[in-house]
């Protein structure tokens, strides 16, 4: 892992000239232009044991310890460095001489450090960090016990391995390795004499046992570095980080440089892995890799040292247009700093983990994540002692419960140079909230008065809340893998509603909920002659959506009422309901209500006592029977209200009645009586036609006999009467005559 977090600065290299150089000098100097660092150090370390070693002697040799991971040498050769060539000293010497001294803990001279920074540019954004937290050890290892750590032994060597990824759902590790393979390839890498890395895969048996480690396929191997790589949402991609050495001459010596690039290799249906296709921004100028992409696809992030960066290595953001990866975006100074920013992992909820050496953290590259959200960046959070250590930790990967994970790390107790740790961290690493408002269904508005609870699976309460002057509420939920439920109460108004969360994502999700208004349906029977109420009347109430029957009596105000549940403004009710009481007549009337915002539902329904002379239509609301002019065949309208009557007297079987016809007063009295009788007649006989006994109806015409408002116009008589009163007077009784 050293080797590809430090090839990502080579890019640029300070060649000296060879001319009237020693061949001790030469030497060195060709050692450290290989890469070579570790025998270079041993020249180096000669070449400054005089009394004036250069400045350029002095810094190589702190870098090639540097390089080789020996802070302990690589801390006193930069502070020698310091104390000679304070004057001269560069702010990235500092920052390295900062790295060391962090690396062995040594965070009082830390503060020194950042004072000579200071004096190099008060801007320094590693300075601004460590500045804004100056308790970070104490606030870091505040909680000692928020993880517990574990080496996964069963994967790890004695040589590296880091950068998990999981897949085959999580039965299914890849990982990168330097470790002596059985390939033949195991040429070693002059920098610190390691092998080369290449990818393996490994079957997951449970969170710390794995078997069948292999090598990843023949495409994804070459000759050099090969990994760390991560895979899209799918699996059928893999964006792999492969490292290539190129040979430059810079000031008349050659160079070896050595560049990461990032390849994209793609599966077929079959599952084999086509060729490594170069990412669009390679270049031989710079490093670019350690690749991760969203779930979605539409956002890559990787590293670079590319020219305009803020450090040693910045974090980049590439966005996916139609199938084009665009030109990568530095990620600014929300995320990177003049250190080194590193091993992006993007969980699938898009949270962001990356490694830093640039913050106020313990010390090596420490786990930090932010949330990016509408283009920026929460401040990134750190994920604390004893995950971050003052090694490198990195390479991370995190489970869906948000609590268990894999991370990488070459801290002090390790099994090989890098191991692959297992992590169970007792809450959730990242925030996760529950926030909304509860509104009103029917329309839209705030409900400031309602509590809100927060319920498990079992629908057992967690937690409860009144919501604020703006019917806001928030939760704060520990384990976001588990089931919620969320449900809110106003019994005055509301009924109460609980909604399943389904899954939670970090940060604050939101879920509002409406509450349904209490529609109440109110119903007064009073008795049609004398408007008192009507006692005991069984009412029989049927949903014509669903055909469920509800029974209600009325009370002593002839009242009974109801609540309709889940409904809201603009939905339709459509009921019918039955009335039955002894000695009054049994009715059933239809409703068609569309629901407003007036809560309430006001019946009021009057009952017809059994008794001579009652007019049964007044009671049922039996429309006008129309006849065609002159004529007293029953039209269609006319029967569809008939039908109504023959209802009634299905329903009560004892009951006879007198069906009469009256007409207004136009045309001649003989003519209206004539044809008033042939209607009622007409009328009584589809009656009888529908089965009820031709004993218990008879039909009589009544002519203009019984005008009821003086609408009189027979003979000379002229009448002043509007259209209305005449209609008044052509009407059709159904009058009780025994029951």
Not at 264 to 271: A, C, F, P, Y
Not at 380 to 390: C, D, H, V
Not at 671 to 682: E, G, I, P
Request: charged residues 25%; neutral net charge; glycine residues 6%.
């Amino acid at each position: 892992m050293k080797q590809l977090i430090l090839i990502f600065t080579l890019a640029l290299f300070a060649v000296t000239s060879i001319k009237g150089q020693s061949l001790f000098q030469k030497k060195a100097d060709q050692l450290y232009n290989e890469l070579s660092y570790i025998q270079a150090a041993d020249y180096y370390k000669s070449l400054v044991k005089t009394d004036s070693p250069t400045e350029i002697n002095m810094r190589r040799l702190a870098e090639c310890y540097f390089k080789i991971y020996d802070f302990v040498k690589a801390e006193q050769a930069y502070k020698n460095l310091n104390t000679k060539f304070t004057s001269t000293i560069t702010e990235n010497d500092l920052i390295n001489y900062l790295q060391c001294l962090k690396y062995n803990q040594k965070y009082t001279e830390v503060q020194l450090v950042l004072k000579q920074i200071e004096q190099k540019r008060k801007d320094n954004i590693i300075l601004k960090h460590h500045t804004n937290n100056q308790n970070y050890v104490k606030d870091l290892k505040e909680d000692s016990a928020a993880y517990k750590v574990t080496n996964v032994e069963m994967l790890n060597t004695e040589n590296s391995e880091f950068s998990p990824v999981f897949f085959n759902k999580n039965q299914a590790v890849l990982f990168a390795s330097n470790r002596r393979n059985t390939s033949g390839r195991n040429k070693t890498f002059s920098w610190d004499d390691s092998y080369f890395i290449d990818v393996y895969t490994s079957e997951k048996k449970d969170s710390l046992k794995f078997t069948s480690t292999t090598t990843m396929a023949k495409t994804v191997s070459s000759l050099y570095h090969d990994g760390p790589a991560s895979l899209s949402a799918d699996e059928k991609t893999v964006y792999l980080t492969k490292s290539n050495i190129i040979t430059k001459k810079v000031k008349g010596a050659l160079v070896n440089v050595v560049n990461l690039k990032l390849y994209i290799l793609t599966k077929d249906k079959d599952g084999k892995l086509s060729e490594p296709v170069s990412f669009p921004y390679n270049s031989d100028d710079y490093s670019l890799g350690h690749a991760t992409v969203t779930k979605d696809g539409s956002r890559m992030y990787f590293v670079s040292d590319m020219p305009g960066g803020l450090g040693q290595t910045d974090l980049y953001l590439s966005e996916n247009v139609n199938g084009q990866w665009q030109k990568p975006e530095n990620l600014g100074q929300a995320i990177n700093t003049e250190g080194r920013e590193m091993f992006p992992y993007v969980h699938e909820d898009g949270t962001l983990f990356f490694s830093t050496d640039g913050r106020a953290g313990l010390g090596g590259l420490d786990l930090y994540f932010t949330v990016p959200a509408m283009d920026a960046y929460f401040e990134p959070q750190s994920l604390g002692y004893p995950m971050n250590s003052n090694y490198d930790d990195f390479g991370f990967a995190l489970n869906e419960d948000l609590k268990t994970g894999y991370f990488s790390s070459n801290r002090a107790g390790g099994k090989g140079k890098d191991d692959i740790y297992f992590f169970r961290a007792k809450e959730p690493l990242m925030g996760v909230t529950l926030s909304g408002i509860v509104f009103d269904e029917s329309n839209k508005e705030k409900i400031n008065n309602a509590w809100v609870y927060l319920l498990d699976k079992n629908k057992l309460v967690i937690d409860s809340a009144k919501v604020n002057d703006k019917a806001e509420f928030s939760f704060v939920i520990n384990d976001p893998s588990k089931e919620y439920f969320v449900g809110a109460k106003e019994r005055i108004k509301y009924y109460d509603r609980l909604i399943p969360l389904g899954k939670l994502q970090t940060g604050d999700n939101k879920k509002d909920i409406g509450l349904f208004p209490k529609y109440k349906l109110i119903d007064q029977i009073t008795d049609a002659k004398t408007k008192a109420p009507v006692e005991g009347v069984k009412a029989t109430l049927v949903d014509k959506a669903t055909n469920q029957p509800k029974t209600y009596i009325t009370d002593a105000t002839g009242t009974f009422t109801d609540i309709i549940k889940d409904k809201k403004t603009g939905d339709k009710l459509q009921f019918s309901i039955k009335y039955e009481k002894e000695g009054y007549i049994t009715v059933e009337k239809n409703y068609d209500i569309t629901l407003d915002v007036n809560t309430l539902i006001d019946l009021k329904e009057t009952m017809q006592k059994l008794e001579i002379g009652a007019d049964i239509a007044k009671v049922i609301q039996v429309n006008p029977i129309y006849f065609d002019l002159g004529k007293s065949n029953i039209r269609k309208d006319a029967a569809a209200e008939l039908d109504k009557i023959v209802k009634v007297m299905q329903e009560n079987p004892t009951m006879t009645i007198e069906l009469g016809s009256h007409t207004d007063c136009r045309s001649t009295k003989a003519y209206n009586m004539s044809l008033s009788d042939k209607r009622a007649k007409a009328s009584a006989a589809y009656i009888v036609s529908k089965g009820i006994a031709k004993n218990r109806i008879v039909g009589k015409g009544y002519g203009e006999s019984k005008l009821i408002n003086g609408c009189e116009c027979e003979g000379t008589v002229k009448s002043t009467c509007s259209e209305e009163e005449h209609q008044a007077n052509r009407r059709t009784e159904f009058l009780i005559t025994k029951f």
